[in-house]
Protein backbone atom coordinates (compact mmCIF):
# COMPACT_ATOMS: atom_id res chain seq x y z
CA UNK A 1 0.00 0.00 0.00
CA UNK A 2 1.46 3.11 -1.09
CA UNK A 3 0.61 6.26 1.21
CA UNK A 4 -0.89 8.56 -1.11
CA UNK A 5 -3.22 5.76 -1.98
CA UNK A 6 -4.05 4.90 1.37
CA UNK A 7 -7.14 6.29 3.68
CA UNK A 8 -5.34 6.64 6.81
CA UNK A 9 -6.54 9.78 8.83
CA UNK A 10 -4.37 10.45 11.57
CA UNK A 11 -4.76 12.60 14.11
CA UNK A 12 -2.19 15.34 15.34
CA UNK A 13 -4.39 16.42 18.62
CA UNK A 14 -4.84 14.19 21.37
CA UNK A 15 -8.31 13.27 21.37
CA UNK A 16 -9.80 14.33 25.19
CA UNK A 17 -12.60 11.74 25.16
CA UNK A 18 -9.78 9.48 25.22
CA UNK A 19 -9.28 8.00 28.98
CA UNK A 20 -6.64 5.41 28.12
CA UNK A 21 -3.82 5.36 26.05
CA UNK A 22 -5.01 2.19 23.92
CA UNK A 23 -8.05 4.62 23.10
CA UNK A 24 -5.97 7.69 22.76
CA UNK A 25 -3.70 5.58 19.64
CA UNK A 26 -6.95 4.01 18.09
CA UNK A 27 -8.11 7.09 17.77
CA UNK A 28 -4.81 8.67 16.59
CA UNK A 29 -3.31 6.57 14.37
CA UNK A 30 -7.40 6.54 12.48
CA UNK A 31 -8.23 3.13 13.50
CA UNK A 32 -11.43 3.91 14.32
CA UNK A 33 -14.05 6.14 14.44
CA UNK A 34 -16.66 5.99 17.05
CA UNK A 35 -19.90 6.24 15.86
CA UNK A 36 -22.55 6.38 18.76
CA UNK A 37 -21.26 5.53 22.67
CA UNK A 38 -19.78 2.21 22.45
CA UNK A 39 -20.09 1.87 19.03
CA UNK A 40 -17.16 2.31 16.47
CA UNK A 41 -16.63 2.27 12.30
CA UNK A 42 -13.47 -0.01 11.93
CA UNK A 43 -11.33 2.21 9.62
CA UNK A 44 -9.38 0.31 7.34
CA UNK A 45 -5.98 0.48 9.17
CA UNK A 46 -8.36 -1.14 12.33
CA UNK A 47 -9.96 -3.45 10.19
CA UNK A 48 -6.76 -4.72 9.09
CA UNK A 49 -5.46 -5.46 12.30
CA UNK A 50 -9.26 -7.18 13.44
CA UNK A 51 -8.92 -9.18 10.80
CA UNK A 52 -5.86 -10.64 11.23
CA UNK A 53 -6.73 -11.08 14.22
CA UNK A 54 -9.48 -13.23 13.87
CA UNK A 55 -7.43 -15.22 11.22
CA UNK A 56 -5.86 -16.24 13.82
CA UNK A 57 -8.23 -17.15 16.12
CA UNK A 58 -9.84 -19.62 13.33
CA UNK A 59 -6.35 -20.82 12.74
CA UNK A 60 -6.22 -21.86 16.43
CA UNK A 61 -9.61 -23.68 16.51
CA UNK A 62 -9.49 -25.05 13.24
CA UNK A 63 -6.07 -26.55 14.94
CA UNK A 64 -7.67 -27.69 18.09
CA UNK A 65 -10.62 -29.34 15.76
CA UNK A 66 -13.33 -26.86 16.49
CA UNK A 67 -15.33 -26.47 13.56
CA UNK A 68 -16.58 -22.53 11.97
CA UNK A 69 -19.99 -21.52 11.39
CA UNK A 70 -21.67 -18.26 11.56
CA UNK A 71 -25.16 -17.21 13.36
CA UNK A 72 -26.94 -14.12 12.66
CA UNK A 73 -26.87 -10.73 14.86
CA UNK A 74 -30.45 -10.49 15.48
CA UNK A 75 -32.90 -13.41 17.62
CA UNK A 76 -35.75 -14.17 18.30
CA UNK A 77 -36.59 -13.71 21.40
CA UNK A 78 -38.66 -17.20 21.73
CA UNK A 79 -35.12 -19.36 22.57
CA UNK A 80 -34.28 -17.34 24.75
CA UNK A 81 -37.74 -18.09 26.84
CA UNK A 82 -37.08 -21.48 26.57
CA UNK A 83 -34.12 -21.03 28.45
CA UNK A 84 -35.11 -18.29 31.00
CA UNK A 85 -32.49 -16.16 29.81
CA UNK A 86 -35.43 -12.95 28.63
CA UNK A 87 -35.96 -11.90 31.55
CA UNK A 88 -32.60 -12.88 33.65
CA UNK A 89 -30.55 -11.01 30.98
CA UNK A 90 -31.97 -7.72 32.47
CA UNK A 91 -30.88 -4.11 30.90
CA UNK A 92 -27.48 -5.44 29.24
CA UNK A 93 -29.88 -7.22 25.91
CA UNK A 94 -30.65 -4.48 23.55
CA UNK A 95 -34.27 -5.75 22.62
CA UNK A 96 -35.96 -4.81 19.06
CA UNK A 97 -39.55 -5.60 17.48
CA UNK A 98 -40.05 -6.03 14.03
CA UNK A 99 -42.72 -4.72 12.22
CA UNK A 100 -44.92 -7.67 12.87
CA UNK A 101 -44.59 -7.31 16.55
CA UNK A 102 -42.38 -9.60 17.11
CA UNK A 103 -39.74 -9.52 19.93
CA UNK A 104 -36.23 -9.74 18.71
CA UNK A 105 -32.93 -8.78 20.57
CA UNK A 106 -29.20 -8.45 19.64
CA UNK A 107 -27.55 -11.26 20.53
CA UNK A 108 -25.31 -10.81 24.05
CA UNK A 109 -24.16 -14.43 23.07
CA UNK A 110 -25.33 -17.29 21.37
CA UNK A 111 -26.01 -20.33 23.69
CA UNK A 112 -29.66 -20.53 23.24
CA UNK A 113 -28.81 -20.70 19.34
CA UNK A 114 -26.12 -23.05 19.28
CA UNK A 115 -28.42 -25.92 21.01
CA UNK A 116 -31.14 -25.21 18.83
CA UNK A 117 -29.50 -25.96 16.25
CA UNK A 118 -27.89 -29.21 17.19
CA UNK A 119 -31.15 -30.35 18.88
CA UNK A 120 -32.84 -30.04 15.47
CA UNK A 121 -29.63 -31.78 13.78
CA UNK A 122 -27.97 -34.12 16.64
CA UNK A 123 -29.93 -37.13 18.08
CA UNK A 124 -27.02 -39.64 18.24
CA UNK A 125 -23.60 -39.84 20.56
CA UNK A 126 -21.87 -40.88 17.02
CA UNK A 127 -22.28 -37.49 15.86
CA UNK A 128 -20.39 -36.45 19.26
CA UNK A 129 -18.21 -34.68 19.99
CA UNK A 130 -18.38 -31.80 18.55
CA UNK A 131 -17.40 -28.11 18.79
CA UNK A 132 -18.94 -25.36 16.67
CA UNK A 133 -17.86 -21.64 16.67
CA UNK A 134 -18.08 -18.72 14.90
CA UNK A 135 -16.88 -14.96 15.27
CA UNK A 136 -19.76 -12.54 15.17
CA UNK A 137 -20.47 -9.17 16.63
CA UNK A 138 -22.38 -9.19 19.64
CA UNK A 139 -24.42 -6.63 21.53
CA UNK A 140 -24.28 -5.13 25.33
CA UNK A 141 -26.06 -2.55 26.77
CA UNK A 142 -23.16 -1.68 29.14
CA UNK A 143 -23.98 0.59 31.62
CA UNK A 144 -21.18 2.81 31.13
CA UNK A 145 -19.54 1.91 27.52
CA UNK A 146 -15.65 3.56 27.66
CA UNK A 147 -12.41 3.08 26.73
CA UNK A 148 -12.67 2.80 23.26
CA UNK A 149 -12.93 -0.74 21.97
CA UNK A 150 -12.34 -2.68 25.11
CA UNK A 151 -15.57 -2.05 26.52
CA UNK A 152 -17.83 -1.27 23.74
CA UNK A 153 -21.65 -1.96 23.43
CA UNK A 154 -20.94 -3.49 19.85
CA UNK A 155 -18.11 -5.54 20.11
CA UNK A 156 -16.44 -8.48 18.31
CA UNK A 157 -15.83 -11.88 20.07
CA UNK A 158 -15.05 -15.28 18.84
CA UNK A 159 -17.89 -17.61 20.70
CA UNK A 160 -17.66 -21.38 20.39
CA UNK A 161 -19.77 -24.19 22.04
CA UNK A 162 -19.23 -27.43 22.54
CA UNK A 163 -21.16 -30.80 22.63
CA UNK A 164 -20.06 -33.85 24.66
CA UNK A 165 -21.66 -37.21 25.78
CA UNK A 166 -20.33 -36.98 29.31
CA UNK A 167 -18.40 -34.74 31.69
CA UNK A 168 -15.12 -36.15 31.10
CA UNK A 169 -15.46 -35.87 27.73
CA UNK A 170 -17.01 -32.21 28.26
CA UNK A 171 -14.03 -31.59 30.27
CA UNK A 172 -11.12 -32.24 27.50
CA UNK A 173 -13.28 -29.80 25.18
CA UNK A 174 -12.95 -27.54 28.11
CA UNK A 175 -9.37 -28.52 28.49
CA UNK A 176 -8.61 -28.10 24.46
CA UNK A 177 -10.13 -24.95 24.66
CA UNK A 178 -7.25 -23.91 27.38
CA UNK A 179 -4.92 -24.75 25.44
CA UNK A 180 -6.00 -23.51 22.18
CA UNK A 181 -6.64 -20.07 23.52
CA UNK A 182 -2.59 -19.78 25.11
CA UNK A 183 -1.37 -20.99 21.87
CA UNK A 184 -3.59 -17.88 20.16
CA UNK A 185 -2.69 -15.15 22.40
CA UNK A 186 1.06 -15.93 22.49
CA UNK A 187 0.78 -15.91 18.52
CA UNK A 188 -0.85 -11.90 18.81
CA UNK A 189 2.09 -11.33 21.25
CA UNK A 190 0.45 -11.13 24.51
CA UNK A 191 0.75 -12.92 27.77
CA UNK A 192 -2.91 -14.11 28.88
CA UNK A 193 -3.19 -15.52 32.14
CA UNK A 194 -5.80 -18.06 32.78
CA UNK A 195 -6.89 -16.80 36.15
CA UNK A 196 -9.82 -19.06 38.35
CA UNK A 197 -13.05 -17.13 37.54
CA UNK A 198 -16.76 -16.77 38.97
CA UNK A 199 -19.47 -18.53 36.99
CA UNK A 200 -21.78 -14.61 36.40
CA UNK A 201 -25.44 -15.55 34.00
CA UNK A 202 -23.81 -18.25 32.01
CA UNK A 203 -23.41 -20.29 35.07
CA UNK A 204 -21.17 -23.48 35.91
CA UNK A 205 -18.11 -24.64 38.28
CA UNK A 206 -15.35 -25.10 35.78
CA UNK A 207 -14.37 -21.78 34.58
CA UNK A 208 -11.29 -19.60 33.84
CA UNK A 209 -10.73 -15.99 32.50
CA UNK A 210 -7.67 -14.94 30.62
CA UNK A 211 -6.13 -11.60 31.61
CA UNK A 212 -3.50 -9.49 29.83
CA UNK A 213 -1.76 -7.30 32.80
CA UNK A 214 -1.98 -3.56 32.58
CA UNK A 215 -2.32 -0.97 34.71
CA UNK A 216 -5.43 0.50 32.89
CA UNK A 217 -7.22 -3.05 33.49
CA UNK A 218 -11.01 -2.85 34.91
CA UNK A 219 -10.58 -6.26 36.98
CA UNK A 220 -8.28 -6.59 40.19
CA UNK A 221 -6.42 -9.94 39.46
CA UNK A 222 -3.81 -11.86 42.32
CA UNK A 223 -1.27 -14.27 41.55
CA UNK A 224 2.32 -16.30 42.27
CA UNK A 225 4.56 -14.39 39.81
CA UNK A 226 5.48 -17.80 38.71
CA UNK A 227 2.97 -17.81 36.15
CA UNK A 228 4.20 -15.12 34.50
CA UNK A 229 7.21 -17.39 34.10
CA UNK A 230 4.88 -20.14 31.94
CA UNK A 231 5.16 -19.68 28.38
CA UNK A 232 3.50 -22.45 25.94
CA UNK A 233 6.20 -21.74 23.09
CA UNK A 234 6.10 -23.76 19.93
CA UNK A 235 5.41 -27.21 21.49
CA UNK A 236 3.10 -29.22 19.49
CA UNK A 237 -0.06 -30.66 20.62
CA UNK A 238 -2.39 -33.84 19.83
CA UNK A 239 -5.77 -31.82 20.47
CA UNK A 240 -6.79 -35.31 20.36
CA UNK A 241 -4.78 -36.48 23.27
CA UNK A 242 -6.45 -36.15 26.78
CA UNK A 243 -3.76 -36.54 29.09
CA UNK A 244 -1.46 -34.27 27.30
CA UNK A 245 -4.23 -31.49 27.54
CA UNK A 246 -5.32 -32.06 30.97
CA UNK A 247 -1.44 -31.82 31.25
CA UNK A 248 -1.17 -28.26 29.96
CA UNK A 249 -4.46 -27.22 31.93
CA UNK A 250 -2.50 -28.63 35.07
CA UNK A 251 0.93 -26.76 34.15
CA UNK A 252 -0.96 -23.46 33.79
CA UNK A 253 -3.43 -23.64 36.52
CA UNK A 254 -1.94 -24.83 39.69
CA UNK A 255 0.03 -21.91 40.98
CA UNK A 256 -2.16 -19.64 42.42
CA UNK A 257 -4.12 -17.03 39.91
CA UNK A 258 -7.41 -15.52 40.73
CA UNK A 259 -9.41 -12.30 39.82
CA UNK A 260 -11.64 -10.04 43.21
CA UNK A 261 -14.05 -12.67 42.21
CA UNK A 262 -12.79 -15.99 43.46
CA UNK A 263 -9.79 -14.74 45.34
CA UNK A 264 -9.16 -16.29 48.32
CA UNK A 265 -7.02 -14.39 51.04
CA UNK A 266 -5.74 -17.81 53.00
CA UNK A 267 -4.80 -19.68 49.77
CA UNK A 268 -3.17 -16.16 48.60
CA UNK A 269 -0.94 -16.47 51.78
CA UNK A 270 0.46 -20.10 50.98
CA UNK A 271 2.20 -18.47 48.07
CA UNK A 272 5.68 -17.61 49.18
CA UNK A 273 5.59 -13.75 50.20
CA UNK A 274 8.17 -12.69 47.51
CA UNK A 275 5.74 -13.96 44.57
CA UNK A 276 2.71 -12.52 45.50
CA UNK A 277 1.26 -10.41 43.28
CA UNK A 278 -1.56 -7.89 43.28
CA UNK A 279 -2.37 -6.37 39.49
CA UNK A 280 -4.90 -5.12 37.30
CA UNK A 281 -5.47 -7.09 34.00
CA UNK A 282 -7.67 -6.80 30.97
CA UNK A 283 -9.98 -10.05 30.43
CA UNK A 284 -9.44 -11.61 26.36
CA UNK A 285 -11.41 -14.33 27.30
CA UNK A 286 -13.38 -16.81 29.41
CA UNK A 287 -14.17 -20.77 28.91
CA UNK A 288 -16.82 -22.39 30.83
CA UNK A 289 -17.94 -25.73 31.20
CA UNK A 290 -21.78 -25.54 32.59
CA UNK A 291 -22.63 -29.39 32.26
CA UNK A 292 -26.53 -29.96 30.80
CA UNK A 293 -28.19 -26.09 32.08
CA UNK A 294 -29.05 -25.27 28.75
CA UNK A 295 -29.15 -29.04 26.64
CA UNK A 296 -31.98 -29.98 29.78
CA UNK A 297 -33.77 -26.87 29.53
CA UNK A 298 -34.01 -26.62 25.72
CA UNK A 299 -34.08 -30.44 24.83
CA UNK A 300 -31.01 -31.05 23.70
CA UNK A 301 -30.11 -34.45 24.12
CA UNK A 302 -28.33 -37.81 22.41
CA UNK A 303 -29.19 -41.70 22.49
CA UNK A 304 -26.22 -42.89 24.17
CA UNK A 305 -25.15 -46.10 23.21
CA UNK A 306 -27.08 -48.08 25.69
CA UNK A 307 -29.93 -46.64 23.89
CA UNK A 308 -31.04 -43.78 26.60
CA UNK A 309 -32.02 -40.94 25.38
CA UNK A 310 -29.09 -38.25 27.76
CA UNK A 311 -28.93 -34.52 27.63
CA UNK A 312 -25.35 -33.60 26.21
CA UNK A 313 -22.43 -31.64 28.49
CA UNK A 314 -21.66 -28.57 27.21
CA UNK A 315 -19.48 -25.73 27.51
CA UNK A 316 -18.86 -22.28 26.04
CA UNK A 317 -15.68 -20.24 25.51
CA UNK A 318 -15.33 -16.74 24.06
CA UNK A 319 -12.36 -14.47 22.74
CA UNK A 320 -12.69 -10.93 22.87
CA UNK A 321 -11.07 -10.66 19.21
CA UNK A 322 -12.01 -6.49 19.27
CA UNK A 323 -10.99 -5.73 23.02
CA UNK A 324 -7.81 -7.56 22.08
CA UNK A 325 -6.90 -4.96 19.64
CA UNK A 326 -7.17 -2.69 23.10
CA UNK A 327 -5.03 -4.90 24.91
CA UNK A 328 -2.38 -5.38 22.74
CA UNK A 329 -1.58 -1.77 22.15
CA UNK A 330 -1.76 -1.23 26.13
CA UNK A 331 0.50 -3.82 26.64
CA UNK A 332 2.98 -3.09 23.64
CA UNK A 333 3.52 1.05 23.12
CA UNK A 334 5.89 3.64 23.84
CA UNK A 335 5.37 7.58 24.11
CA UNK A 336 5.38 7.87 20.31
CA UNK A 337 2.76 5.45 19.18
CA UNK A 338 1.86 1.70 19.07
CA UNK A 339 4.44 -0.96 18.61
CA UNK A 340 2.88 -3.82 16.80
CA UNK A 341 4.57 -7.26 17.61
CA UNK A 342 5.17 -9.06 14.38
CA UNK A 343 2.06 -11.61 14.53
CA UNK A 344 -0.37 -8.88 14.23
CA UNK A 345 0.96 -6.17 12.30
CA UNK A 346 -1.22 -4.48 9.78
CA UNK A 347 1.71 -4.05 7.21
CA UNK A 348 4.90 -5.71 7.89
CA UNK A 349 7.52 -3.11 7.34
CA UNK A 350 7.14 0.74 6.64
CA UNK A 351 9.25 2.03 3.35
CA UNK A 352 9.99 5.46 4.18
CA UNK A 353 11.62 7.95 1.14
CA UNK A 354 13.51 10.38 2.25
CA UNK A 355 13.48 12.59 -0.63
CA UNK A 356 10.42 11.82 -2.66
CA UNK A 357 11.06 12.85 -5.99
CA UNK A 358 14.46 12.28 -6.41
CA UNK A 359 14.70 10.07 -8.92
CA UNK A 360 17.52 7.22 -7.37
CA UNK A 361 15.30 7.23 -3.96
CA UNK A 362 12.46 6.91 -5.68
CA UNK A 363 13.70 3.56 -8.11
CA UNK A 364 15.05 2.12 -4.85
CA UNK A 365 11.64 2.20 -2.98
CA UNK A 366 9.43 1.01 -5.45
CA UNK A 367 11.85 -1.85 -6.23
CA UNK A 368 12.33 -2.87 -2.26
CA UNK A 369 8.05 -2.25 -2.51
CA UNK A 370 7.98 -5.08 -5.76
CA UNK A 371 10.43 -7.47 -3.78
CA UNK A 372 9.08 -7.36 -0.70
CA UNK A 373 5.07 -7.81 -2.10
CA UNK A 374 6.68 -10.33 -4.66
CA UNK A 375 7.76 -12.30 -1.52
CA UNK A 376 4.43 -12.15 0.18
CA UNK A 377 5.10 -9.24 2.68
CA UNK A 378 2.49 -6.17 2.73
CA UNK A 379 4.66 -2.87 3.20
CA UNK A 380 3.63 0.62 3.52
CA UNK A 381 5.13 3.06 1.59
CA UNK A 382 5.09 6.78 2.74
CA UNK A 383 5.35 8.31 -0.94
CA UNK A 384 4.25 11.59 0.57
CA UNK A 385 6.18 14.48 -0.05
CA UNK A 386 6.70 15.61 3.49
CA UNK A 387 9.50 15.86 5.96
CA UNK A 388 11.38 12.89 7.16
CA UNK A 389 10.67 13.75 10.75
CA UNK A 390 6.85 13.81 9.67
CA UNK A 391 7.45 10.89 8.01
CA UNK A 392 9.05 8.89 11.24
CA UNK A 393 5.96 10.05 13.19
CA UNK A 394 3.31 8.34 11.29
CA UNK A 395 5.33 5.50 11.15
CA UNK A 396 6.39 5.43 15.12
CA UNK A 397 2.64 6.12 16.04
CA UNK A 398 1.01 3.48 13.46
CA UNK A 399 3.50 1.02 15.03
CA UNK A 400 5.11 -1.29 12.13
CA UNK A 401 7.37 -2.89 14.16
CA UNK A 402 9.91 -2.89 10.91
CA UNK A 403 10.83 0.40 9.10
CA UNK A 404 13.34 0.35 6.08
CA UNK A 405 14.29 4.28 5.38
CA UNK A 406 15.86 5.15 1.64
CA UNK A 407 17.63 8.10 0.98
CA UNK A 408 20.06 9.44 -1.20
CA UNK A 409 22.80 9.69 1.03
CA UNK A 410 22.59 5.75 1.69
CA UNK A 411 22.02 4.74 -1.43
CA UNK A 412 25.41 6.49 -3.12
CA UNK A 413 26.81 3.73 -0.26
CA UNK A 414 24.25 0.99 -1.65
CA UNK A 415 22.80 1.19 1.69
CA UNK A 416 19.38 1.62 3.50
CA UNK A 417 18.01 1.58 6.68
CA UNK A 418 16.49 -1.14 8.70
CA UNK A 419 15.13 -0.25 12.17
CA UNK A 420 13.12 -2.03 15.02
CA UNK A 421 10.38 0.31 16.60
CA UNK A 422 10.60 -1.80 19.39
CA UNK A 423 14.47 -1.51 20.22
CA UNK A 424 15.12 1.92 18.19
CA UNK A 425 17.72 0.06 16.46
CA UNK A 426 18.85 0.31 12.91
CA UNK A 427 21.51 -1.09 10.86
CA UNK A 428 23.13 0.12 7.24
CA UNK A 429 22.35 -2.27 4.72
CA UNK A 430 22.30 -3.24 0.86
CA UNK A 431 18.61 -3.35 -0.05
CA UNK A 432 18.27 -6.69 -0.91
CA UNK A 433 19.63 -8.03 2.41
CA UNK A 434 17.13 -5.78 4.12
CA UNK A 435 14.45 -7.57 2.50
CA UNK A 436 16.37 -10.96 3.22
CA UNK A 437 15.85 -10.10 6.73
CA UNK A 438 13.03 -9.33 6.96
CA UNK A 439 11.64 -12.19 5.13
CA UNK A 440 13.49 -14.60 7.72
CA UNK A 441 12.40 -12.29 10.54
CA UNK A 442 8.32 -13.00 9.25
CA UNK A 443 9.20 -16.84 7.99
CA UNK A 444 5.59 -18.82 9.37
CA UNK A 445 4.28 -15.79 10.34
CA UNK A 446 3.35 -13.60 7.54
N1 LIG B 1 -18.46 -4.87 26.31
C1 LIG B 1 -17.46 -5.55 25.77
N2 LIG B 1 -16.64 -4.96 24.88
C2 LIG B 1 -15.63 -5.64 24.31
N3 LIG B 1 -15.35 -6.92 24.59
C3 LIG B 1 -16.13 -7.57 25.47
C4 LIG B 1 -17.23 -6.92 26.11
N4 LIG B 1 -17.82 -7.80 26.93
C5 LIG B 1 -17.14 -8.95 26.82
N5 LIG B 1 -16.12 -8.84 25.95
C6 LIG B 1 -15.14 -9.86 25.57
O1 LIG B 1 -15.79 -11.08 25.25
C7 LIG B 1 -15.23 -12.15 26.00
C8 LIG B 1 -16.23 -13.22 26.29
O2 LIG B 1 -17.43 -12.70 26.85
P1 LIG B 1 -17.91 -12.94 28.37
O3 LIG B 1 -19.35 -13.27 28.33
O4 LIG B 1 -16.99 -13.83 29.11
O5 LIG B 1 -17.73 -11.42 28.86
P2 LIG B 1 -17.85 -10.82 30.34
O6 LIG B 1 -17.26 -11.76 31.32
O7 LIG B 1 -19.24 -10.36 30.55
O8 LIG B 1 -16.89 -9.56 30.18
P3 LIG B 1 -16.71 -8.39 31.23
O9 LIG B 1 -16.59 -9.04 32.59
O10 LIG B 1 -15.47 -7.67 30.80
O11 LIG B 1 -17.95 -7.56 31.10
C9 LIG B 1 -14.69 -11.47 27.25
O12 LIG B 1 -13.66 -12.22 27.83
C10 LIG B 1 -14.19 -10.15 26.71
O13 LIG B 1 -12.88 -10.30 26.21
MG1 LIG C 1 -16.15 -13.21 30.98
Given at each position: MRLTRYFLPVLKETPS???IVSHRLMLRAGMIKQAAAGIYSWLPLGFKVLRKLEDIVHEEQQRAGHIPMLMPTLQSADLWRESGRYDDYGEEMLRIKDRHGRDMLYGPTNEELITDIFRSHVGSY???PLTLYHVQWKFRDEIRPRFGVMRGREFFMKDGYNFDLTKEAALHAYNRHLVSYLRTYERMGLQAIPMRADGGP????YTHEFLVLAETGESEVFY???????SFGDRQIDYDDHAQCAAVLEEFTSKYARTDETHDEALFNEVPEERRRSARGIEVGQIFYFGTKYSEAMGATVQGPDGQVVPVHMGSHGIGVSRLLGAIIEASHDERGIIWPEGVTPFHVGIVN?????AEADAACEALYASLTALGLEPLYD????RAGGKFATMDLVGLPWRITVGPRGLKNGVVELTSRRSGESEELPPEEAVQRLVQIYAGRA
Open positions: EAQKDLIGGDDSAVTDLLKQGDDRDE
